[in-house]
């Protein structure tokens, strides 16, 4: 979903709602209230994609070798140095 985000008012989106509903068939359509975005139309296809995306609980011993030898070789980021300071 390469789109950009389609901002519309809570009131213009009731009017319409049909017409949001076939745009987030294409790009998340977010609804905003005073302005704030407070919640967001995706077609299905894009939540089952997101919901899919859910943490995934391994049972250590059925993991792929290659995958627990890469969990304990990583390293963080270097620009996550700067948060050092703060495990103290």
């Known amino acids: 979903m390469a789109d950009a985000m389609l901002r519309v ?3 213009e989106a009731q009017r319409n709602f049909g017409l ?3 745009k987030a ?3 998340p359509v977010a609804i905003t209230r005073h302005g ?3 919640t967001v139309i995706i077609s299905i296809e894009e939540y089952e ?3 899919c995306r859910d943490r995934q609980v391994l049972i250590t011993e059925q993991m792929p ?3 627990a030898d890469a969990i304990l070789n990583a390293e ?3 620009d996550t140095k ?3 300071s703060e495990a103290q």
């Open 20 to 22: 949001y509903q076939d």
């Open 76 to 78: 963080p980021p270097a």
């Open 25 to 27: 068939l294409v790009q």
């Open 9 to 11: 008012g809570a009131a």
């Open 49 to 51: 994609r997101l919901k």
């Open 65 to 67: 070798q290659q995958l």
């Open 36 to 38: 704030r975005p407070r």
């Open 82 to 84: 700067r948060y050092d």
